[in-house]
């Protein structure tokens, strides 16, 4: 008696279960729409037209990162660490501060001393290299600010 109960019980749990996990069949939920272009393609130009819309340029050609990446090392090896993909995107979003404090250059090397850390520079690079790595960021990715 004891066996049956128990399968019973552990048959009820199973349906309900399974019922938890269904998926709504319903009619009355819209249709999926269907992409209308690639998949990728229309989410990368709307980032991209975000990106720029909030100050932040696109990704530099190797030429510009090249000039970039040698003014950072200029300033101090340090900057970079060997870690260029880091140091351009830590200038993109630079450009983004260039952008919203366009006249507030405390503000803008402010934030580049926080921005900018490495390993041997955890608290940032001081405030005059500060000041000399958002000259290498405007002059180079976001020279139009």
């Not at 950072?72 to 200038?91: C, F, Q, S, Y």
Request: hydrophobic share 40%; proline share 8%.
């Amino acid at each position: 008696m004891k066996r049956t109960a128990a399968t019973a019980l552990t048959a009820l749990v199973l349906a309900a279960a399974l019922t938890a996990c269904s998926s709504d069949d319903s009619t009355d939920a819209a249709p999926k729409k269907k992409p209308t272009t690639a998949p990728g393609a229309s989410s990368t130009e709307d980032m991209a037209g975000a990106e720029a819309s909030a100050g932040i340029p696109p990704k530099p050609d190797a030429a510009v990162r090249l000039a970039y990446i040698r003014a950072l090392t200029g300033i101090d090896p340090d900057i970079v660490h060997g870690k260029e993909a880091k140091a351009v995107d830590r200038g993109r979003n630079q450009c983004q501060t260039i952008h919203d404090f366009p006249k507030d250059t405390l503000k803008q090397a402010s934030m580049a001393e926080k921005r900018f850390t490495s390993p041997h520079h955890p608290q940032g690079f001081g405030k005059a290299k500060a000041a000399l790595i958002v000259v290498a960021v405007h002059t180079n990715l976001c020279p139009k600010f």
